[in-house]
């Protein structure tokens, strides 16, 4: 099913593309106004430094080691699992597939945690049916391991994205760091390896994907099915990818729409990103003392824009907290078995929930200051 939708997409998608006219600005601008990123689209997709570049993810920008620590045990977010499990996977792929440029890291990381909310709503029986993996759409499609999970992906041929990393601080710099301070105190009762998710995932909602423009596809067999499904190891030579949404792709054919589709589905990067940029506010119990009504802002444009350049700040200091567990680890037992024990990091910090359907897509806190904990 999969090949021959990939065979067809390889047909319409041979016009020249074009270039959109402008690009995003970076999140670290110091300008208040930003171009914002939507889905990508057929036909009007950036050159790929300029992709990599709209993508940009906060960071922060504190004078010392010392400073971003402090600030980053002192902060509680206000969250649900989802946006949670989307982090610790765009993060984590920094240091288990290091080749990927940050578009495929944002699908990748969208994937892992879609997926797993598909399963855990047929779980609980919030929604019914199988999931698409277990329809078999995943079925001979190339795919690769992460926290537990097999994705379905397809190889971006000829995305050639490096531009020296503008932007972006590399984990090398993370671990130079972390080197150069010395190992922190080790906390207690030290995590046990948890194997991977099962079906152990909530979420708010999954996150929406429109067809981006369409990569040059990976030909595989049309007897696929009757095939082991080949699985992608982490190489250096292997081009960038995408994460193949194959519950579109199945919902496509069972509408009768299969035939219409110009491009396979895959897990958008801009939704990834806009997703995570607005889940995380600052818990109640880490906020200063109300202030007194005449200090309250009265402008909702003002008070809008204060809450979200919070929210960026607190997605920078997770981004940062989860860079600093994984930079003290990756030396010591390599990416593989990093992969491995993410979830179980993942599990630890997690908000607290209601067990069942009453805990779907409930929120709770966060503490920056446990993922410290579980560094080296």
């Keep these: 099913m999969v090949a021959k939708q990939i065979l067809s997409t390889a047909k319409r998608s041979s016009k020249k593309r074009t270039l959109s006219a402008t690009s995003a600005t970076s999140e670290t601008s110091q300008s208040p106004k930003r171009a914002k990123t939507g889905p990508l689209k057929l036909g009007q997709e950036l050159p790929p430094a300029d992709l990599e570049a709209s993508l940009a993810l906060p960071t922060l920008n504190l004078p010392s080691h010392d400073d971003i620590e402090a600030e980053i045990s002192n902060t509680v977010l206000h969250t649900n699992r989802a946006p949670l499990m989307v982090a610790f996977g765009v993060q984590l792929l920094r240091y288990t597939m290091p080749s990927q440029p940050l578009s495929s890291r944002l699908s990748l990381a969208q994937a892992v945690m879609s997926m797993g909310a598909k399963a855990k709503a047929i779980h609980l029986g919030i929604q019914s049916g199988k999931t698409a993996e277990d329809e078999g759409w995943a079925e001979g499609q190339p795919s690769v391991r992460m926290m537990g999970r097999k994705i379905p992906v397809m190889r971006r041929w000829g995305y050639n994205w490096q531009d020296n990393g503008k932007g972006v601080q590399e984990p090398e710099k993370i671990k130079q760091e972390v080197d150069e301070q010395g190992p922190p105190p080790k906390a207690e009762n030290m995590f046990s390896a948890d194997s ?107 008070a809008k824009e204060r809450e979200r350049k919070e929210k960026e700040n607190n997605l920078a200091l997770l981004l940062h907290a989860l860079d600093l567990l994984f930079a003290s680890w990756i030396d010591v037992i390599g990416a593989e078995e990093l992969d491995r024990r993410a979830f179980g990091w993942y599990s630890r910090v997690r908000p607290q929930v209601s067990a069942g359907r009453e805990g779907w897509g409930g929120k709770g806190e966060v503490k920056l200051a446990d993922l410290l904990k579980l560094r080296r």
């Design 196 to 302: 991977g998710p099962s079906s152990d995932f909530e979420s708010q909602e999954t996150v929406k994907c429109e067809p981006s423009a369409p990569p040059k596809p990976v030909l595989i067999n049309s007897q696929s099915n009757h095939h082991p499904t080949p699985e992608i190891k982490n190489d250096a030579n292997d081009p960038p990818l995408w994460a193949l949404d194959i519950e579109a792709l199945s919902k496509k054919s069972a509408s009768g729409n299969a035939g219409l589709i110009n491009s396979l589905p895959i897990y958008d990067p801009n939704s990834a990103r806009n997703y995570m940029l607005k889940s995380f506010a600052t818990s109640a119990s880490s906020l200063p003392p109300t202030p007194s009504p005449a200090k309250i802002l009265k402008s909702t444009a003002l």
